[in-house]
Nanobody, 126 residues
Framework: QVQLVESGGGLVQAGGSLRVSCAASGRAFSSYHMGWFRQAPGKEREFVAAITWGGITTYYYGDSVKGRFTVSRDNAHNTVYLQMNSLNPEDTAIYYC??????????????????WGQGTQVTVSS
C-alpha cells in the first residue's frame, strides 16, 4: 500500500514556473513507476510525465509539456517532483501523482496506476 500527497500547487502568471511535489508513504516506494496526470474542468485526465524505477531510469512526457516540464524522484525521501516552466493558461488543471507498475507501453494510461494522490490545483493566469 502506498499513500500519496501532492503539494506545491498555486497561482502563477503565464511564463512563470512552479514545482509540485508528491510525498509517498508506505513500503517499496522505490519499486513503483511514478506518473503525473492532470485534469482540467470538463476534460479527460491527461498524461503529463512519468519516471520509472529500477535499472536505467526512463522519463516520459506528454507532447504538450515536452521541453517545459521535468520529472524527477528522490527515493531516499520518497518524493517525486514535477518542475514546470514556461507555464501557460492551458496548463491550468488539478495535478495528480500516481504510483504503479505499468508496462512501458501503458505508462501513459491512467487506469494502469494503482495509487493516486488527492491532487493539487495549478492555475496559470494570462
Amino acid at each position: 500500500q502506498v499513500q500519496l500527497v501532492e503539494s506545491g500547487g498555486g497561482l502563477v502568471q503565464a511564463g512563470g514556473s512552479l514545482r509540485v511535489s508528491c510525498a509517498a508513504s508506505g513500503r517499496a516506494f522505490s519499486s513503483y513507476h511514478m506518473g503525473w496526470f492532470r485534469q482540467a474542468p470538463g476534460k479527460e485526465r491527461e498524461f503529463v510525465a512519468a519516471i520509472t524505477w529500477g535499472g536505467i531510469t526512463t522519463y516520459y512526457y506528454g507532447d504538450s509539456v515536452k521541453g517545459r516540464f521535468t520529472v524527477s524522484r528522490d527515493n531516499a525521501h520518497n518524493t517525486v517532483y514535477l518542475q514546470m516552466n514556461s507555464l501557460n493558461p492551458e496548463d491550468t488543471a488539478i495535478y495528480y501523482c500516481a504510483a504503479g507498475r505499468p508496462a512501458p507501453y501503458n505508462i501513459r494510461t491512467y487506469s494502469r496506476y494503482d495509487y493516486w494522490g488527492q491532487g493539487t490545483q495549478v492555475t496559470v493566469s494570462s
